[in-house]
């Protein structure tokens, strides 16, 4: 049967391929879209440049499309990831793909090699005699020492450690120092790395090998240090140039505006260690960090011993100790944050050539009124304060559910069952109302109207509608205002009201509340509706590096932060080049999985960006809230809370 070839008519039906090009094309028109106006967004928040003598500028802003596109911020990270560790070569082509060591690195089963060496020929004698021995001398960590012996010769054929040495001359092994790195570099320690080990089979490390590996590492951080930040704070310069259309000369200072955090190794108020990081809120990269520490486990061991023993010699040992100490601060946990915003600002002009005049800040912390206690930028430059959206919606969520426990205590019930009682779901629901109003307006009026709107909403009843501040128009939210523009009857508040509350019962508790998170200084700062999102999502990465229920030294914590930036700022597919910094060479296989893994990591993203998926999730908690709340109430209340019963 001879099979011809369909024809193409125009009523044909499109070929698979065909349609999911098209699909392709309208997911990224629908995506070039939203950058675009995210984009437009950002623009309110452009940075005034530098207005001191060494740096000044009255440049006109141009559009937003000319200079950025739309790009989006995975697609700044992947740029600056191709432009920095390619060193401006297209990673793409072959001449570039020849430059990676082709590293052949593996699990081998011996007794697999064996049987091959055994079928090879003596290159002395010629007869098939030989054997593998890997026992004749003991293992170097994870580094075999390999001898082929022949019967016949009666002497070895080949011996040598299957490994090469770290940077050639040393008498360490390269791939145990980078299993130290990978590592650390994983968040795992000595014993989870000998753990792995013992269930792998593998030889191992002994621990006092596996920190003496990772004391040698931490000797290079402070260069590490400013690979990572020299790179990042010049491609952050480079944006903001193109984006403000003007020229920065090498000396010339930028005024930026920062999101400013800080995070602790352990959870509560008495961690030694603290951390402190800056984002640029424009290209979304941390620009500096800080780690704050109050102890050091070779002060309190050693030097307490020899203080007790021998305090003759404990002077001359502190001398030289101080130089490898690992405590640089002297104060409480809570201070932490504040102190090391000290010194990321007042060192942001010499090192970074930045000045951070604007703080986005959460609000828990009095980092703002000490930076410009301190003024680190001289008298003339003030530095402006803007709230975190989610951290200031999240005081009302916080606000209510103190409010409903102290009436517990003195025999009020405000969260029992019933319509119209303060459940923990009418709460998360009210403090979704509450982000709501805040970002979908842009001056503060309209978002005082719009916070006191939802709670009188929620107040309404058929006998007592109270929807006028509620948005007019067929578009509204609110049911009663979008019947009566199209002259309808509006509907049973019963059915319609998704949050109904007592008012009778609860307005007094919470006008109160309401007042206090709608006034004009709060809601002013609030105005450009950004949040510290890039900073918990770094927070995150840090500690994925650095367990919080483990006790690390402060050098394991820089370590971990600085990788952690490195991959937040240039994509996973920067381990490569953390690798290289450090002297290991990487093969086809680190940028192999590095790629996949920053695919997979922006494919994640997209997708939690959709629409779609986002409504999906919100059914879902609320569903799932819903349900734990029914179940509590079914088995008469609480059974478990702190001093209850």
Not at 141 to 151: H, R
Not at 251 to 258: A, E, F, G, M, Q
Not at 585 to 608: I, W
Not at 623 to 633: F, G, I, T, W, Y
């Amino acid at each position: 049967m001879v099979r011809t070839k369909p024809s193409t008519t125009r009523g044909a039906p499109k070929s698979k391929k065909k349609r999911t090009d098209q699909v392709k094309n309208r997911w990224k028109a629908k995506k070039s879209a939203q950058s675009a106006s995210v984009l437009t967004d950002v623009r309110e928040l452009v940075p005034v440049l530098g207005s001191s003598a060494s740096a000044t500028f009255s440049a006109s802003i141009p559009s937003t499309e000319n200079i950025l596109g739309t790009k989006t911020r995975s697609e700044f990270k992947k740029e600056s990831y191709e432009r920095f560790v390619s060193g401006g070569v297209d990673t793409k082509s072959s001449a570039a793909a020849e430059t990676l060591v082709k590293t052949q690195r593996g699990v081998v089963d011996f007794s697999e090699v064996d049987s091959m060496v055994a079928s090879l020929c003596c290159p002395q004698c010629k007869n098939k005699c030989l054997s593998l021995c890997t026992d004749s001398r003991p293992t170097s960590g994870l580094a075999v020492f390999a001898q082929v012996n022949c019967s016949s010769c009666e002497e070895p054929v080949y011996e040598q450690y299957l490994a090469t040495k770290f940077k050639s001359k040393t008498k360490v092994f390269d791939m145990n120092r980078q299993a130290v790195y990978s590592s650390l570099a994983c968040g795992l320690g000595a014993t989870t790395f000998r753990n792995f080990c013992e269930n792998m089979d593998l030889a191992g490390l002994h621990h006092k090998t596996f920190h003496t590996h990772a004391s040698q590492l931490f000797t290079q951080l402070e260069e590490f240090r400013k690979h990572v930040f020299s790179e990042t704070v010049a491609y952050v310069r480079e944006v903001h140039a193109r984006y403000c259309g003007t020229t920065l000369g090498v000396d010339d200072t930028l005024n930026i505006i920062v999101s400013y955090d800080g995070t602790w190794l352990t959870r509560g108020h008495s961690s030694h260690i603290g951390v402190g990081c800056a984002v640029d809120l424009l290209t979304g990269l941390c620009v500096d960090a800080h780690v704050m520490c109050t102890y050091c486990q070779v002060c309190e061991s050693t030097g307490q011993k020899l203080f007790q023993e021998k305090p003759e010699e404990y002077a001359a040992w502190l001398v030289d100790h101080l130089d490898k100490c690992e405590v640089n601060y002297k104060g409480s946990s809570g201070m932490m944050e504040v102190e090391a915003a000290r010194v990321i600002w007042r060192r942001s002009v010499n090192t970074n050539k930045l000045r951070y005049t604007t703080l986005l800040s959460d609000g828990d912390s009095k980092t703002f009124t000490e930076l410009n206690d301190i003024k680190p930028y001289g008298e003339d430059i003030h530095i402006d304060k803007e709230e975190c959206v989610n951290h200031v919606s999240k005081r009302l969520g916080t606000a209510l559910r103190n409010m409903v426990t102290d009436c517990r205590k003195r025999g009020v019930t405000l969260g029992g069952r019933g319509r119209g009682q303060l459940t923990g779901n009418a709460i998360r629901k009210l403090q979704i109302y509450y982000n709501r109003a805040i970002r979908s307006n842009k001056d503060v009026c309209s978002m005082k109207k719009a916070i006191m709107a939802s709670l009188y909403h929620c107040f309404s009843t058929d006998e007592n509608p109270q929807h006028e501040l509620c948005p007019a128009g067929e578009s509204s939210w609110c049911f009663f205002q979008e019947a009566l523009a199209k002259h309808q009857v509006p509907g049973p508040h019963k059915h319609l009201i998704h949050t109904p509350l007592n008012e009778e019962k609860l307005a007094a508790h919470l006008l109160p509340i309401y007042e206090r998170l709608s006034e004009e200084h709060l809601l002013s700062r609030c105005v450009s509706g950004k949040t510290q999102n890039a900073n918990e999502c770094l927070h995150s990465l840090i500690w994925s590096r650095c367990a919080k229920d483990h006790f690390a030294s402060r050098s394991r914590v820089e370590f971990a932060v600085l990788t952690a930036i490195r991959e937040f700022n240039f994509g996973p597919a920067a381990a490569a080049d953390s690798a290289q910094f450090f002297g290991f060479q990487t093969g086809h296989h680190m940028k192999r999985l590095g790629a996949a893994r920053m695919h997979k990591r922006v494919r994640n993203s997209l997708k939690a960006v959709r629409d779609k998926q986002s409504k999906r999730r919100d059914k879902v908690r609320a569903a799932k809230s819903k349900r734990l709340e029914e179940l509590v109430q079914l088995e008469g209340g609480p059974a478990y809370a702190a001093g209850m019963f």
